[in-house]
């Protein structure tokens, strides 16, 4: 049994011989909503496992190389090439989670809508769930996937922290502007003078972009909404106009009505505390890093691959202490490393100065295929047992 909400595929549980049933908060499904998000080469590889890579990079975009310019048109850095592997998958998010969320339903997996949790039981030999609507559903464990604002993480531990604003604001869209100067199957991430911009142009000749807006206090997702498209378009142009890059012309080309409005954007640390009995947290709900790592979706994938090989293994109390193991340390590094990106998105003037001198000497050191190899080049071995102190892991560099 896992608790709302259905984001990332559940059929690894049946994999491990788990039978499994979601239990969704929302009564309708989330097609249509968000943005654009990177898949890396680590979570396509735990999603291999499941024999649904393919199907993920079928939706997605190939990005091969990645560059960081400043605002006044200078490369700063560059990550792979057109002659390598694609560094990561464009996909947007509301094609990701259609194409999981079918693939969950023809391989068998049961999902129910409204089901809001609000209440948990744990016998110690079975948990029972209690939700909003006054139904309740038993089973031998319970898995919180219900996001940065967790109720099973309340429930696990009253005083565990809560996610918290990273000082930065989220926007996203389509544009049909031409970027003739642009590389496709390339990401440009470029740290404006004031704010943050991001595009690709796709093989259609499409360009998916997203922003990240520096704002010293938060705004809620309604709050942002309110402003509305037209508004925010007009500001975004104003915080790009002295950029001596595509930002302008690309907003231009974007359709109000289809802008991702986000509003602040949050993280979560990782929880202090991720198991308890019979219910264990995952993905957001244990561990949200800053949209900067690149890593959300393939970091949630990768914990519910090793999740279920360590329930398939052990007895949940040792299942979930080897699950924490395997995991905490991981996350808790990118989580350190995508803080450090984000103060880059934010820099004040002398900071952005200092950035952009130091980047290209910091990126000549760090970004190469053996210093990166720790993240991206990591692989689960599924059929690896999963004993009481863990510490299997493969590196393909």
């Not at 049994?1 to 259905?6: E, K, R, T, Y």
Request: proline fraction near 7%; charge should be neutral; aromatic fraction near 8%.
């Amino acid at each position: 049994m896992a608790a709302s909400p259905a984001r990332w595929p559940r059929w690894h549980w049946r994999k491990a011989g788990i039978r499994a049933t979601l239990y969704e908060a929302y009564d309708a499904t989330a097609d249509g909503v968000g943005g654009m998000l990177g898949m890396a080469p680590n979570g396509l590889s735990a999603l291999d496992i499941l024999d649904a890579g393919d199907g993920v990079r079928g939706i997605g975009e190939p990005v091969q190389a990645m560059v960081m310019q400043s605002w006044t048109g200078k490369r700063l850095a560059q990550l792979g090439d057109m002659s390598g592997p694609p560094f990561l998958h464009a996909v947007w998010r509301s094609d990701l989670y259609r194409y999981l969320y079918d693939e969950a339903v023809r391989r068998g997996i049961t999902i129910e809508h409204g089901k809001q949790l609000v209440d948990l039981t744990d016998t110690g030999e079975t948990v029972t769930a209690r939700f909003a609507d006054g139904t309740t559903a038993a089973a031998d464990v319970l898995i919180g996937a219900d996001g940065v604002r967790s109720t099973v993480r309340s429930l696990i531990d009253p005083a565990s922290p809560q996610p918290k604003y990273d000082g930065l604001l989220g926007f996203g869209g389509w544009s049909a502007a031409q970027c003739p100067t642009a590389t496709p199957a390339t990401m440009y991430m470029v740290f404006g003078k004031r704010a943050f911009f991001s595009y690709t142009v796709t093989r259609t000749g499409r360009v998916g972009w997203f922003v990240n807006l520096p704002r010293r206090e938060p705004m809620t997702f309604a709050e942002a909404q309110a402003v509305g498209g037209p508004a925010w378009l007009t500001e975004l142009r104003e915080v790009f106009a002295a950029d001596r890059t595509p930002a302008v012309d690309i907003l231009d080309g974007t359709d109000p009505a289809e802008m991702v409005i986000t509003g602040g954007l949050e993280i979560m640390p990782p929880a202090p505390r991720w198991h308890r009995g019979r219910v264990v947290l995952i993905g957001d709900a244990a561990h949200a890093p800053s949209h900067s790592s690149g890593q959300g979706a393939s970091q949630a994938i990768e914990g519910a691959v090793h999740l279920a090989r360590c329930l398939r293994d052990l007895p949940p109390a040792e299942a979930f202490v080897a699950y924490e193991r395997l995991r905490r340390g991981r996350v808790e590094r990118i989580t350190a490393q995508a803080e450090r990106t984000n103060s880059n998105k934010a820099a004040g003037s002398i900071a952005r100065v200092l950035r952009d001198l130091t980047m290209p000497v910091a990126m000549k050191l760090m970004a190469k295929p053996e210093k990166m190899a720790w993240q991206y080049g990591y692989r689960i071995d599924w059929h690896a047992p999963v004993t009481g102190v863990p510490s299997e892991l493969t590196v393909a560099g």
